[in-house]
């Protein structure tokens, strides 16, 4: 159903009916048959903001109806006509308006096409420059590029500026306008169309006053291998401009600019850093005053030189405008000295061999902003022949995974350098090469085998470049064994290069509780167990060095079995005075016990395997007294590790 956008509209259904079935029944647009009897004005333009109005001119003409939005289809029964003459379109558009009516019983059509045209408000900013001049920037899309023209009226009571549009989007700046006076105007910018409408107003409140000229400065120059970055500052909203000058000291544009927003960079590729690179900045108002210009400030090679021990850093006079205040010098980020001039630097706080160093200069220029110029890094790689220092000290301590070497270096020592580590069999060597580390100061001889014998080490450092230091003397680990099953005995090597060993201590380690005592036990390299201890059979012992500062060094662990203890009496008088009654073995570290008791003759008078017997009360085996005299005795236990012990004797039975 068509709907006026003012109000419903009453169906001419007889008069529709009439007019459809009078037309010739054909697939195309009413149009086409050209004007039959018909006719109307409308406007060729009209704007979207209001209705449009049709005006039938023929006199004759009843039962007349509209279609304001005609799509070209073939009227079809039921079709619905607007009585209203007037029509308010929804978006722009080109539209076609469709007449129909009857004069004298006979149909009648006319056709008119409407260009509805969109309305919207124009976006514009403006700037006031010194001067009480304004300049305004109008941006167009593809609604507003549509009007014919803007017009722009300033507030100020002057006559407007009409500005003629071609159709092209985009930002574009009105010219230029100066206001008599200071106050605060009311810009107020519109489109239109020539002969149809005006567009919505877009009023803005702006200040005239008296500002200042534009300023500019660069804050900061610096400078990479192949590029300069510049940070400038500005007055926001001026156009700012990048110069630099050329071979015969004049400064041209690079063609780089850019509106200020209070700061900036500008970056300028393809200027090597070994060429002094000078740029200035200028600043223009953006209503196209006089141009201000920076200072000029220029980039700062530099060149270094190595020699032995000594890194010379070097960069000629600077060819800026501002004196200088200050160089300062960095060497890996790091600062390392300054200069009131371009005099030579020279760096020789510990160059070592084959480390790069990388230079930069920084410059701070004796001006109101103190503008910063950086230069760009330069690298070179260290040269010094003097061999390094040996380490300090090293020493070795056995381990459950193999012996560790611990060295202590120098403060001069190389920032990267390798550990040379040599090992011999005893402190006079030979000493073979064992491994290298590369900055690291310890190391695991996992190859070493610490419970079949000792081992000595030597240490040493070289540089990047191959320069070796002297050796550390022998630090020697210490060597734990037990001779004769007793007693522990050690060697005597320091395992602490260059210092004596102060003092041992005996670790004493309960296999089953893993509880430890630590007995201290002097200068001496030889200690033996308790022969009286009858708690645990197995102990497992270790040695500990230690030097002056407290520094330990463990020796191989070493597991101790004692022989089990077993005691015999040489006789017994079974008289019951309740002393010496029985013969018994005692004793400990058993696991299994057996005794027998033979007669002179070789007949067994007596046995028994439970090692907590009261032994043999001197009564034969019918139970009747045995007569004194000399009996021969077999004694067998094992130990709790398994191991059997024998022991033969004869025992005097004294009655």
């Not at 259904?13 to 009439?18: E, H, I, P, T």
């Not at 469709?98 to 004298?104: F, N, R």
């Not at 079974?574 to 010496?580: A, F, K, L, Y």
Request: some cysteine; aromatic content about 10%.
């Amino acid at each position: 159903m068509l709907l006026s956008r003012n109000r419903l509209l009453p169906l001419l259904f007889c008069w529709a009916y009439l007019v459809i079935n009078t037309l010739p029944v054909r697939s195309q647009s009413v149009c086409d048959r050209a004007t039959q009897g018909g006719g109307f004005t409308a406007p060729a333009r009209a704007c979207l903001s209001g209705p449009v109005t049709v005006v039938n001119t023929v006199a004759t003409l009843t039962n007349v109806g509209y279609v304001f939005e005609y799509d070209g289809k073939p009227l079809a029964s039921g079709q619905q006509f607007s009585q209203s003459t007037k029509w308010t379109y929804s978006k722009p558009g080109s539209y076609t308006i469709l007449q129909v009516g009857s004069s004298g019983g006979t149909n009648a059509v006319a056709c008119k096409v409407i260009d509805v045209l969109p309305v919207k408000p124009v976006a514009y900013s403006v700037v006031v420059c010194p001067g009480r001049k304004a300049t305004l920037t109008y941006a167009l899309d593809a609604e507003t590029a549509r009007y014919d023209k803007i017009t722009i009226n300033w507030g100020d009571g002057l006559p407007p500026t009409e500005v003629p549009l071609s159709g092209n989007t985009g930002s574009f700046i009105a010219p230029v306008h100066t206001y008599p006076g200071p106050g605060n105007p009311v810009i107020n910018v519109v489109g239109s169309y020539l002969g149809a409408c005006v567009g919505p107003a877009n009023p803005k409140q702006v200040l005239v006053q008296n500002i200042p000229a534009p300023a500019v400065s660069i804050a900061e120059l610096t400078s990479s291998a192949t590029s300069v970055a510049l940070k400038y500052g500005s007055s926001a909203g001026a156009v700012v401009t990048l110069y630099q000058r050329d071979g015969s000291g004049n400064y041209n544009p690079t063609g780089q600019t850019a509106t200020s927003t209070g700061s900036g960079v500008f970056t300028i590729n393809g200027v090597p850093s070994t060429n002094v690179n000078c740029f200035q900045v200028g600043v223009q108002d953006a209503c196209g005053g006089t141009e201000l210009r920076s200072a000029g400030v220029c980039s700062i090679p530099v060149s270094v030189s190595p020699g032995d021990k000594q890194n010379t850093v070097t960069w000629p006079v600077y060819g800026g405008t501002d004196p200088i205040r200050i160089y300062r010098i960095n060497s890996n980020g790091s600062p390392v000295g300054s200069r009131p001039s371009s005099a030579p630097f020279v760096d020789a706080a510990n160059i070592q061999c084959g480390v790069n160093y990388c230079y930069d200069v920084s410059l701070r220029l004796d001006n109101n902003t103190g503008t910063m110029v950086y230069s760009a890094p330069v690298c070179v790689v260290g040269i010094n022949n003097e061999p390094p220092k040996p380490p300090i000290k090293a020493f070795v301590s056995v381990e459950a995974d193999g012996v560790k070497l611990q060295a202590s270096l120098t403060a001069t020592a190389p920032s990267t350098y390798t550990l040379l580590i040599t090992r011999a069999d005893g402190p006079g060597g030979p000493f073979t090469p064992l491994a290298q580390v590369s900055a690291d100061r310890s190391y695991t001889d996992k190859t070493a085998n610490s419970a079949t014998q000792g081992y000595c080490y030597r240490t040493a450092i070289q540089n990047n470049c191959g320069i070796t230091s002297d050796y550390t003397a022998p630090a020697c680990t210490v060597h734990l064994t037990t001779p004769d099953n007793n007693a522990l005995t050690w060697t005597a090597f320091s395992p602490f290069s260059g210092s004596a060993v102060a003092g041992y201590q005996v670790i004493k380690i309960d296999p089953t509780t893993g509880l430890s005592d630590k007995i201290d036990v002097g200068s001496n390299t030889r200690w033996e167990p308790d022969p009286n201890q009858t708690d645990t059979q197995t102990y497992t012992y270790q040695i500990v060095a230690y030097d002056i500062n407290g520094v330990e060094s463990y020796s191989n662990p070493i597991l101790v079995l004692l022989a089990p203890k077993l005691f015999m009496p040489d006789a017994f008088s079974p008289n019951g005075d309740s002393n010496n009654d029985a013969f018994m073995a005692k004793g400990a570290f058993w696991d299994t016990f057996s005794m027998t008791i033979y007669s002179r003759w070789g007949d067994v008078v007596f046995n028994t395997t439970d090692p907590k017997s009261t032994g043999w009360s001197g009564l034969l085996s019918n139970g009747s007294p045995a007569p004194m005299g000399y009996y021969p005795y077999r004694v067998e236990i094992k130990d709790l590790k398994g191991q059997t012990y024998v022991r033969t004797g004869r025992v005097l039975l004294i009655r």
